[in-house]
Structures are given as structure tokens and as C-alpha cells.
């Protein structure tokens, strides 16, 4: 059998070689313990926030209070004014501003006026944004409500009542219920790092190769004769490698940080194995760029930035255009980081990833026949090279 | 004198071997300029419409009554929502949400009129889906004011009826209002959030792979002596003028990220475009430095130098802050951020280009800045060892 001679050859290569270790072994099961620890605090708490009492009165100092008491926020001074305010922004000594107006008590007392609170936010992160705007929105709406109780016995009229008790609304954040961010990032990092990891190993062999061939990425060994056997024994041996990556990253990882994990470990293989194949020969495609040993690094490891955005778990889909969405499909990322997305934090069964589970069976496909067809160039210049030799 | 003139002859000298070596890398050249643009045109181009606002919504009304119709005719009049789909039941709208295709669903239980006759505050469910990290946060703002309309849908018919105004009502259902003021980016552009970043942040890692690639391949090509001949002997000379060029390149790259993003697509600029240029600079060298101080650390290991390099600018991106905020990460990662040039890049941008603060707040950002670039001071003497004898490790 030659393929799987071919395949135990690969493997030897692969741990004989510190550089490809490196990207297919470390790095896999490194990475994803780093990214995270990294992100393991999920939510942003006690944002510094600075404020501007121009009320001074016990409802005043009662809002503010209850500000500082709540998780996400942490008063760290008072100013004076607004531009004292900006001060501490200025010195990032703060990232908000909560600005209570000289008429807030009386207002809420009259009852004839709306007091309105300012938030003022500094825009450089939008998760301190969202627990400013969050915090100081639970306070108001939790002091509306007891305003509305202590006002409620005055009032006999029927449509005071009506007012006063209007539907209420809930918001519920399903499927990461603490909006945490390594819930949100993690799952996509996880495997955009199978895929970025296996284009630089790959592609650091192939180049090796190159190296040793001078120019040609089929290594000059009677055994290397045919481009099924080359492929599919060069693809098995990073097969069985990236097998039990994903095993460790669904089993170990996920479960080390309390990630969400919806989905069952057959329906992770269901899609997996397609993802597996279609990120190998989609590798083995993009190193015909490479021709040293390092240009794998140079050439690939930037992707990684723009493809995780690009997938569509950032800035979602509806949103982008076609043409954006069809350049997307290129890459097995896409359809990897969905299928993970959706059937491991959402849920979904493989039917319901049907898009993205064929998407993937046809990369694969796809990415085999051009591997094939790049073999069957290579090879063929290989037997001119060695004829011209002879 | 003599010995300034000299070498200025040489920086001059190397600086045309280097340009005659990018000419002959076509791919390289690749990676250091269309790449980035073509990234930085990509964000732009996915981020048109500034913020996500029409997300596809699914409606359950289990109640349906006149009542809870008035609701789902307020939720559906709203710009916010995009209301896709109308199901029988929440479970087929959670399927629809497991099948990618709502992003929230407005969910009206049974009893609802019932309980609003009844004064017993009934009431209505949003689910956003929080898989989606930043749909699910631009939903929550948008719902924000949806509650309150919605809430309200009932009440304010009636009221309006009998002749109250709104500024009558809102006072008393809603005694104290919050408004919201997002300093700088008002309409919460993501792009401006997002672009500003994350292709300084391409830049600036393709700057640390460029040079520890560039010096590395001078020993794989057994080149490093006649590259170190020609600078007289000396390893910053070498350095020098071997860099200096690449970072030109860089500068040509962010000039024209410039003129992209705040001329053309008219991004918040609060400073003059010569200080993000100042900016931009300091960051490319410093970037340098740092990543020359890496290949010096490991002794002209190129491939490990490469390794690191990548690891550290991959990183570097996340350690930044501008997503998730460094202050909410371990210790031992804020002192890392604390070294890398993007994360100084990241607050000078804050400070001067988003928010238009003195320059005098940022010194601290600027002095590191300029410390990393002055870096590979400390491994002249590991990078002579190397010129004079270490060889080319695969």
C-alpha cells in the first residue's frame, strides 16, 4: 500500500521537524488555552465612570449610589462640571460620564416633566459603551418603578392606574447568557486556529520539500509516483493529527473554560471530517505560493485577522453584501466557524447546518480535485526534471 | 564628520540593495502593500451602513387579541426592528433562530390583554441571539427604546384618545430617562469602532513578519556577511538601511489607509492628519525595533524569530484592548500589552485621532514607543555574534 507508506513518511517528516511541529502540534493545543485565558473574564466589570452631580439632593446621591453598587460600574470621582468631567477621560482616569441636571428632583416630584439623566460614553470600547448604557438604564428603570409605586396610592382614577401599569417588557440574551465575550470569540478562534495552523505546517513542508527538490514539492523518492496516492497519504497523515486537535478542542477546552457546548460529539464529527479535508487540500493549494520554508508565515498568517471578520460572526451576515459573501465562501473557515457557532453554542442539528455541512463537503471536494490536479503538474515536471537530469 | 559622511553612504548603499531585493520578490512586495489596502478597502466596503440596524426579527403572538395586535403593529412600524417572519409558536421560532435566519425574537405570551386589563403588568419577551456577540449588543440598544414604545402601545392608544399629549404621559410612566451620548461616534459606526483598528493592526503585524523575514533571509542565503561588509562592520548601519526602506513602504501604505478612511470615507479625525502620520510612524518603528529585538534575542534564529514574531502580532491584535478591554483580562496579559507597540498605537489613536485630547496626555504612549524602537540598541553585541558566526538552521 502505497498511500499509507506514503502516509507513515509524511508523519516521520512532520515530528522529525521542529518548525511544522511547531504550527500542527503546539500551537493547536496551545493556542486555544491562551485565547482563553485570555478573554475568561467574559464581561467587563466596575468601568470607571466619573459624575457631575449639578442635583445634589438624596434622589440625586440615591441614583448614584445605586450606580456604583452594581457590577459593571465603579464611581471613581466627582466633578464639578462637565469639562472638569473631561478631564479625567482625557487621563483614561474614567470612560464615562453620568451627568444628573439641577432640575432632577424637582421633576420627578412635580411629576409634569421627564428628568432626564445624561450618559456620556467614550467610544474607544464598545463593551464599556454597553455596561454604562446598560447600568445607568437598570437604575433608572428600577427607581421608576418605586417612584411609580409611592405615587400609585395617591391616584384613584382608572386611567392614572392604566399609566401607570402599562405592559412590561423583558429581554432575555439566549444561547450566552451573560453576553460573555469568550463565549462569543472563542468558539470561531477555535477554528480559524485548524485552519490558519494547518496552512502554516502545510505550507512549511511543502516548502521544505521545495527546498530539497529544488522547486518541485514532490520529494524525490520512487515511493512519490502517483498524485492520488501523494494526496490522499500526505492528507492522512494531517488528518489523523488535526483528528485529535478537534477532539481536544471540543472535549478539553470547551469544557477546561466553561464554554458553551450544545452539541453532541457525533454531530461535531458529522461536520468536522468535512471541514478536516476541505482545510487540508485547501492548504495544500495555497502552498503552490510557497517557495522557502517561511514564506508560509509571511504569506498566511495575516489572513487570520480579516477571516474571522469575514466569516460573519462579527459584523453579521444580512449586513454584507453578496459580493463580500460570496468571497467568503473561498475560504473553509466560513462554513467551519458556522457549523461550530450553530450546532455547539446554538444548539442546531446537523439539519439545520445543512447550508454550511454541504458547503463544506463541496470545498472539500472542490479543494481535492485542484490539490489533485497541482499534484499531477508537479509530478509531471518531476520525470522531466529527472529525465533531463539523467 | 568623516566617519558621519561614510556612513550615511552606507545606509544609502544598503537602502539600494534592499529596494533591488524587494524588486526581485514580487509576493513579498504583495504582502507588504495591496494586502493591507485591499483588507482595509474590504472592512469599508463590509461595513457600509455603519451599523447593523435591519436584523430580521421573528414575532410570536400567542395572545392575539386586539391588544396585543396594537403592540405587534408599534413593533412592526419601527426603523429598529425588521420583523422576517410571524410563527405559531416560540419553539419553531427558536428553530428559525438555530437555523441562522432571525437574529431576535419578539415573543407575546398568552393572557397578555388580560393582564394589562387586570393591572397586573403583563409581559412581552425579547430573546436576542447572544451568539452573536455584536448583533446581539446593537439589539439591546435598539430595544431599549422598542420597550419603551412597546410598552406603551396599549396605554398610549387609550390615553391619546382622551386627550392627553405624550409629554403628559411620559412623566408618569417614566419618571427619570436616560439619554444616551456616544462621545465622537454618535450613530455608533462600527467601522470607525472596528477599521480604525484592525488594519493598523494587519499593518503593523505584517511589519513584524517583514523583518525578521528580511533579516532572516540574508542567512538563509548565506548573504549576511557581504550585508554586514557593506555596512562597514557596523550593526546598526546594517539594520538601518535595511529597514528604513520597508518602513517608507509602510508609511506609504498607512498614508494611503489615511486618505481612505479620513478623507474619503470622512472617519472621525479630531487631530491634524501630520500628527496620525507622527502616529503611525512611531508605531512602524517601533514595530521594527521590536521585532529586529526578537531575531537579536534568538540569535538570528529566523524561523523561531518568525514563530514568535507571528505569535506576538497575531496576539497583539486581541491584546490591544479594542474589543475586549485590556483592564478586563489577567495581570500577566495587561503587563504583555503593556509592550506592544499596536496597544500604544491603540491608545494614541483613542487619545489624539478619536477623541482630539492634548498631546501631552499621550507622552507616556509616545516615550514607549520610542524605547521599543531604540530596543535593538541592547543586541548589537548578539547581532555581531550572529554575523560573524551563526549559520542558517532550517
Known sequence: ?390 | METLKLAVQRVKDLFLREVEMGRQRPLYLFCMLIAPLFFCYMFCSLMTEGAPNDLPAALVDEDNTQVSRTIVRTLDAMQETNIAVKYQSFSEAKKSMQRGEVYAIFYIPEGTTKGALTQRQPKIYCYTNEAYFLSGSFLLKDLKLIGELSGLAITRETMQAKGYTMDQIMPVIQPISVETHALNNPSLNYSIYLTNMLVPGIILLVVFLATTYSIGLEWKRKSHKEWYEKAGNSVMVALFGKLLPQALVFMLVFVAMDVYLYKIQHFVLNCSMWRIILIQFLSVLASQGFAASIFGILAGQMRMAMSVASLLGVLSVSLSGFTFPVMAMPKLMQAVAWCLPLRHYFLLYVSQVLNGFPLMCSWKSIAILLTIAALPLLFVRVYRYAFENVDYKA
Open chain 1, 1 to 390: 500500500m502505497n498511500l499509507l507508506k506514503i502516509c507513515y513518511k509524511e508523519l516521520k517528516e512532520i515530528f522529525a521537524d521542529f518548525g511544522i511541529v511547531i504550527f500542527v502540534v503546539i500551537l493547536p493545543l496551545a493556542y486555544p488555552l491562551l485565547y482563553a485565558w485570555l478573554y475568561n473574564g467574559e464581561v467587563v466589570r466596575e468601568v470607571p465612570v466619573v459624575v457631575v452631580d449639578e442635583s445634589q439632593t438624596a434622589l440625586s446621591r440615591d441614583f448614584i449610589r445605586r450606580c456604583d453598587a452594581s457590577p459593571d460600574m465603579k464611581v471613581v470621582s466627582h466633578a464639578m462640571n462637565m469639562d472638569h468631567a473631561k478631564k479625567y477621560l482625557e487621563n483614561t482616569e474614567a470612560y464615562g460620564i453620568i451627568r444628573i441636571p439641577r432640575e432632577f428632583s424637582d421633576d420627578i416630584n412635580n411629576g409634569d416633566k421627564q428628568a432626564v439623566v445624561g450618559a456620556y460614553a467614550e467610544m474607544s470600547s464598545m463593551m464599556n459603551y454597553k455596561a454604562l448604557l446598560m447600568t445607568v438604564s437598570m437604575v433608572a428603570q428600577q427607581m421608576n418603578k418605586e417612584i411609580k409605586v409611592s405615587k400609585m396610592g395617591s391616584s384613584t382614577s382608572r386611567e392614572a392606574q392604566i399609566l401607570q401599569a402599562p405592559v412590561t417588557y423583558e429581554t432575555h440574551a439566549m444561547f450566552n447568557p451573560q453576553s460573555g465575550y469568550a463565549s462569543f470569540l472563542i468558539p470561531p478562534v477555535l477554528m480559524l486556529i485548524i485552519q490558519q495552523s494547518l496552512m502554516l505546517g502545510i505550507g512549511m513542508h511543502m516548502g521544505r520539500t521545495r527546498e530539497q527538490t529544488g522547486g518541485i514539492c514532490i520529494p524525490n523518492n520512487a515511493l512519490y509516483s502517483n498524485a492520488v496516492e501523494i494526496f490522499f497519504g500526505k492528507a492522512l497523515a494531517y488528518f489523523l493529527i488535526y483528528l485529535v486537535a478537534a477532539v481536544y478542542m471540543f472535549a478539553v477546552v470547551t469544557r477546561l473554560f466553561d464554554l458553551p457546548q450544545m452539541s453532541t460529539f457525533w454531530t461535531y464529527l458529522g461536520w468536522m471530517i468535512p471541514y478536516l479535508i476541505a482545510c487540508i487540500a485547501y492548504s495544500i493549494v495555497c502552498s503552490a505560493f510557497v517557495y522557502r520554508r517561511e514564506d508560509c508565515i509571511m504569506l498566511f498568517v495575516f489572513l487570520s485577522v480579516p477571516l474571522i471578520f469575514l466569516s460573519g460572526v462579527s459584523w453579521p451576515l444580512p449586513m454584507m453584501s453578496n459580493g463580500w459573501v460570496m468571497f467568503s465562501y473561498l475560504f473553509p473557515s466560513t462554513f467551519g466557524i458556522h457549523a461550530y457557532v450553530m450546532t455547539n453554542t446554538m444548539g442546531s442539528s446537523l439539519e439545520d447546518i445543512s447550508f454550511y455541512h454541504h458547503g463544506l463537503i463541496i470545498q472539500a471536494a472542490v479543494y481535492t480535485v485542484l490539490a489533485l490536479a497541482y499534484y499531477t503538474i508537479q509530478l509531471h515536471r518531476k520525470r522531466k526534471k529527472l529525465k533531463l537530469e539523467s
